[in-house]
């Protein structure tokens, strides 16, 4: 953040750089440190993450001598992650962590600290502080600890639906919230309307209640046009009546009001949602879901080791083919090589290389090798990875705000799945290890026991 230009409007958005706070021993006894089990996967990952590149890639936001001292980029970092990693709201994250002291461990603290470390509206402010470039950097970081198995250059690619936290879009739900915002503006700015519709809403609601009933289609039909009617006579009714300063403010707002109410069944780019206009409808041939409210988010994971190394949201109605040179460049961003091979399915057809690389869509000629048939059926290994995004990550329904949330939302489930994989690795190897372990002790000690022992039956 830059410290010219400053005004008062901007003030109250200037933090500080938090200063380095002493790490020495605060307790006459033992840390954190002491208290915890070593092996613990969460111990393990709060010492595989390289938490200086966060420190100095963030720090350019924060001035450096004014405004209020901001909380340590390790803590929010932390909290950003394990919010993902346990599928927990911003305001769950932030109580557990004070009641959890693995949490509080993975953020840097050296004692326990019985409070809570921020309010949930700080991690809010610091992914808009960091955009889309600081979570993917949380997402290369995750890729690094992952080592050798984030490496493979042999990948596979596909596309889902992140979808975003809206009612299912019909326009009569549109039509009576644009009247109750008309109301909520109305009574903001102490305007007078012709007239506020109350009780005829109340009405036509009952009217549209009852539409399954024996005659009842056509009186809820009419219902739903006096509603729409209802709904345009009070957006033109707030537009005049508002001063030319006051207007500009809702200028924005009454403009998708009006898009709403002129849209129709056949065009494109609709609005489904009046919080979230970005919104795109996407069917995916579904049968259980024909319909999904959101943004395509597009993945790439790697063949044998189903490492996460591209993850990109994409608000607009696109072929799947059209999203593979964004994802390859993201990818070589995080991984500062070229892929050598990506492998889809029949929804990628017509592209056979994109940006030097090859691309490979199953195709029904024989003419096609063991290890590309062996391949093609690896692909499929993707699927499992997209449903334990959105089950286990946060990835079904999207609750941040905006085109920007899209993006951070995915990135953040696909570091934090990354994370988790390298954690489950780090169990096995333990379990592994005890194993051997008490298998050399049977095979030492086995035959002693069973000379002295022998059984008479």
């Known amino acids: 953040m830059q410290e010219k230009g400053l005004t008062f409007k901007n003030l109250a958005n200037f933090y500080m750089l938090h200063k380095p706070k002493h790490t020495g021993q605060s307790s006459l006894f033992s840390t954190l440190e002491d208290q915890l089990d070593s092996n613990h996967p969460l111990y393990l990952l709060a010492h595989e993450i390289d938490w200086l590149v966060f420190e100095k890639a963030f720090a350019h936001h924060y001035s450096s001598n004014m405004g ?33 002291l693995y949490f509080q461990y993975f953020s840097g ?15 809010v402010e610091f992914r808009k502080r960091i955009g889309t470039a600081g979570v993917e950097l949380i997402l290369k970081e ?39 915002k008309c109301i909520g503006i109305a009574r903001t700015e102490d305007i007078e309307l012709r007239q506020s519709y109350k009780f ?27 509603i729409k009617t209802i709904a ?35 065009d494109s780019n609709k609005i489904y949602s009046l919080h979230e206009p970005g919104v795109k409808c ?69 592209s056979q290389q994109v940006k030097d690389v090859n691309i490979y869509v199953p195709q029904t000629k024989k003419a096609i090798t063991k290890a590309q048939r062996k391949k093609h059926c690896r692909r499929a290994a993707i699927e499992p990875v997209i449903g334990h995004l959105k089950q286990d990550y946060r990835l079904s329904r999207n609750f941040l705000k905006g085109n920007l949330g899209d993006a951070i939302n995915l990135m953040l489930s696909a570091a934090a799945m990354n994370f988790k994989r390298v954690m489950n ?21 086995g035959d002693f026991y069973t000379s002295k022992f022998k059984t008479t039956f």
Not at 70 to 86: D, E, F, G, T
Not at 88 to 99: H, Q, R
Not at 200 to 222: D, E, V, Y
Not at 311 to 327: E, G, R, W, Y
């Open 109 to 123: 603290e050296q004692c326990f600290v019985p409070k809570v470390p921020c309010s949930a509206t700080e991690l």
């Open 200 to 226: 005829t809403i109340k009405k036509l609601q009952i009217l549209l209640r009852f539409q399954h009933r024996k005659n009842g289609s056509s009186a809820a039909r009419k219902a739903r046009k006096k």
């Open 282 to 350: 996407y069917t995916k041939g579904k049968e259980h879901k024909k319909f999904e409210f959101g943004s395509k988010a597009s993945v790439l994971v790697t063949q044998k080791t189903g490492v996460i190394v591209g993850a990109i949201s994409f608000n607009d109605t696109m072929h799947d083919s059209k999203t593979l040179p964004d994802v390859i460049d993201q990818y070589e961003r995080l991984t500062d090589k070229k892929p050598k091979e990506i492998f889809v399915d029949r929804g990628y057809r017509g």
């Open 68 to 100: 209020k001292p901001a909380k340590p980029i390790r803590l929010m970092v932390s909290l950003l992650i394990l919010k993902q990693l346990r599928n927990l709201s911003d305001e769950n994250i932030v109580v557990t962590w004070s009641e959890n």
């Open 425 to 445: 690795l780090w169990l096995t190897e333990a379990t592994l290890c005890w194993k051997l372990i008490l298998e050399l002790l049977f095979h030492i000690y």
């Open 232 to 266: 345009g006579r009070l957006v033109r009714d707030v537009s005049r009546k508002l001063s030319a300063e006051r207007f500009s403010i809702h200028r924005q707002q009454l403009a998708v009001y009006e898009k709403v109410l002129s849209q129709k069944r056949s």
């Open 142 to 180: 995750s890729i690094r600890v992952n080592g050798k198995d984030g490496d493979e250059d042999t990948l596979s690619a596909d596309t889902t639906v992140q979808e975003k936290n809206i009612t299912y879009p019909t326009d009569t739900k549109l039509h009576k919230k644009i009247i109750a």
